[in-house]
């Protein structure tokens, strides 16, 4: 009785690669050409990360630029207008002073006039050194509605829509405007 792993027929599967044939399901992929193909697309995917990850950078330090520059603007904007509150208050203050100096009598009371006239100007120099400023009206010009409240409408020998007469001042703080004039306006004509 001979043992079956003797015979040198039955060992074709442990054989080998130096016996094994050569393969035939496709093109040989591990030549230089190949190697060098994919090297070169290994360097365009990695370029691409590259110009996609230096996009992404500019445009977040673009983003840091603009969060800055906002930020500044604010910044400079919350030191200017930052007594708004406290100059609406105020308005009453000047306006009463203005009232306390028409309601005088013409004779007498000289130093009291004085007195009221010399705190008004007072506290107006004070307004002006904050950027507070009376908006200056003239009877006739047209109303405007950024600079302008209308209160009532009185038949007059105006055009419809222009200002007859300012019944309380109104107030900007530099470019803004703190509180609109109220004004009369005339009426359109029937």
Request: aromatic share 4%.
């Amino acid at each position: 009785m001979t043992d079956a792993t003797d015979t040198p027929d039955t060992a074709p599967e442990a054989a080998g690669p130096e016996t094994a044939g050569p393969e035939t399901t496709g093109p040989e992929t591990t030549g230089p050409e190949t190697a060098d193909f994919d090297l070169a697309e290994a360097l365009l995917a990695k370029d691409q990360e590259i110009a996609d990850l230096k996009d992404r950078v500019l445009r977040t330090m673009a983003d840091l630029e603009n969060t800055r520059r906002r930020l500044e603007r604010d910044k400079v904007e919350a030191t200017q207008y930052a007594v708004t509150g406290f100059a609406r208050e105020m308005l009453a203050v000047a306006e009463n002073l203005r009232r306390a100096v028409a309601a005088l009598p013409a004779e007498g009371f000289d130093n009291v006039r004085a007195g009221i006239e010399a705190t008004e100007r007072e506290l107006l120099a004070i307004f002006g050194r904050q950027g507070i400023s009376r908006i200056e009206i003239a009877p006739g010009e047209a109303l405007d509605p950024n600079r302008h409240q209308a209160m009532i409408e009185v038949d007059a020998d105006q055009d419809a829509g222009t200002v007859v007469a300012e019944l309380a001042s109104g107030w900007t703080i530099r470019d803004r405007l703190l509180r609109p004039a109220m004004v009369s306006v005339a009426r359109a004509k029937d």
